[in-house]
């Protein structure tokens, strides 16, 4: 069965530096989001994606946050200069069409900010 | 900014039991949605519900979604110790998901 998949599964930095999260996803999918869980919180909205454009955003992605679908395969987070409250879980999801509700997750990416 | 608020946030029952999980927004979504998540792993969707006052049932786990569609209710029967996890709703409100704050759940044998 496709999935989506997510490199690097554990990613650590040091504060300021980018990072840059890599997501596959299923593959004739048209949209695709990322959403981040903060240790303890609740999954948390950061961006829906279509048609190579930013479609919705939360107040979370602000500048520092960017995406990117580089090759029409490729599905990326950069974070410009992280932050300590940058530390968090961050899944990748894709949906096939409008016409359906089912997002397929990723396993996430746990990123670590010293 | 929606909300949705999760009841109860922590739960241990014994295996055998019923028990029911809440999920509630004082929004209207389009759908709503129950996802299990393990630790260490994304979450995997369990079941949408889409038309208020939708019933659906899968093996002894039912789902409910209000007939204002801003609330919805898990009931599982016969709890077994499989069932332990975390469970989030969400409501889909254009393209956005809103996540639920979580109910932990832990069956005891």
């Known amino acids: 069965e496709p999935e989506v998949t997510q490199t690097p599964s554990h990613q650590v930095t040091q504060m300021g530096q980018e990072v840059i999260l890599r997501c596959v996803p299923i593959?004739?999918?048209?949209?695709f989001y990322w959403y981040r869980q903060i240790l303890g919180q609740k999954v948390e909205f950061l961006v829906s994606?279509?048609?190579?454009?930013?479609?919705?955003k939360s107040e979370i992605f602000d500048d520092q946050f960017s995406v990117e679908r580089p090759d029409g395969s490729n599905f990326t987070l950069k974070i410009r200069s992280t932050k300590l409250e940058d530390s968090a879980m961050y899944f990748c999801?894709?949906?096939?069409?409008?016409?359906?509700?089912?997002?397929?997750f990723g396993p996430g990416t746990r990123l670590t900010v010293l | 900014t929606q909300l949705l608020e999760q009841s109860p946030q922590f739960l241990s029952i014994q295996e055998g039991e019923n028990l029911t999980v809440y999920c509630n927004s004082s929004?209207?979504?389009?759908?709503l949605q129950w996802y299990r998540q393990e630790p260490g792993e994304g979450p995997v969707l369990l079941v949408t519900v889409v038309t208020g006052g939708e019933v659906k049932k899968l093996k002894r786990l039912t789902f409910q979604f209000g007939d204002a569609r801003k609330d919805s209710s898990l009931h599982i029967t016969a709890a077994q110790p499989g069932d332990t996890g975390l469970y989030l709703c969400a409501g889909r409100y254009n393209e956005k998901l809103t996540f639920g704050t979580g109910t932990r759940l832990t069956i005891i044998p």
């Open positions: 593959s004739n999918h048209l949209y």
């Open positions: 994606f279509y048609n190579n454009e930013i479609s919705e």
């Open positions: 999801a894709s949906l096939p069409g409008l016409y359906t509700d089912t997002q397929y």
């Open positions: 929004s209207v979504f389009s759908s």
